[in-house]
């Protein structure tokens, strides 16, 4: 696929986030791997502005080669690039219900969010939860490390989830299903429920292995 073809699905992705209310102001980033390393949402922008041609390019170092200076949050998207080497898109957001969930007291660490319907499982399967560090804090990199060598999505506690794809539109849309099944979660807080049980998603995880 051309580098223009993929600033403008960035552009086109980007909008359509920010559009639905899932993430606001100029929070939030999105990049996409290329041959040479990859293209990523400019730092201080709003994703319902992106302007195409000047979307960041880095190497696959990530050090800024052109465009506009990157987020300072790119470390999360080389660290997830690093460790899941199928991973050609990366979503980062601070969308409503993830926070909300991020902010709450004794989660399961190891994975946040219960198999509640069968595409959370598809698309996201286990979710790490990531503790808190503050914004652009390269120590943030070494821990979403160790928490994305066996997933390929991470909460970040008190921020929001980061979620990688094997194009961009799959990351995208296990982007989504997260924020949903965050939403479901905070609704049916209190009452009893039914998760998908081990032998459910054993069976979810057999007939569609995760491609990231």
């Known amino acids: 696929m051309s580098e223009t073809k993929l600033r403008d699905d960035i552009t086109a992705y980007a909008k359509s986030l ?116 503050p914004p652009g804090d390269e120590a943030l990199a070494e821990a979403v490390a160790l928490r994305t060598r066996n997933a390929h999505a991470v909460l970040l506690a008190n921020h929001g989830p980061v979620v990688a794809g094997v194009d961009l539109a799959e990351a995208v849309y296990a982007t989504e299903e997260l924020e949903e099944t965050a939403k479901l979660y905070l609704m049916l807080r209190g009452q009893k429920t039914r998760p998908l049980t081990c032998d459910e998603t054993t069976e979810l995880n057999r007939r569609f292995p995760s491609k990231v």
């Not at 949402?41 to 050090?63: F, H, Q, V, Y």
């Not at 994975?111 to 595409?119: I, K, R, S, W």
């Open 18 to 133: 920010f559009d639905r209310g899932l993430t606001a102001g100029s929070t939030g980033n999105i990049s996409v791997r290329t041959d040479d390393g990859w293209l990523m949402t400019p730092t201080g922008s709003s994703m319902g502005t992106i302007d195409p041609a000047r979307i960041s390019k880095l190497d696959a170092e990530g050090r800024h080669v052109s465009g506009d200076p990157p987020t300072k949050e790119a470390f999360l998207h080389r660290v997830m690039y690093q460790n899941r080497p199928k991973a050609k898109a990366v979503v980062h957001l601070h969308s409503t219900h993830c926070v909300a969930v991020s902010c709450l007291c004794d989660l399961d660490t190891e994975d946040v969010l219960p198999p509640l319907t069968a595409y959370y499982v598809m698309r996201v399967g286990r979710l790490p939860l990531v503790p808190y560090y």
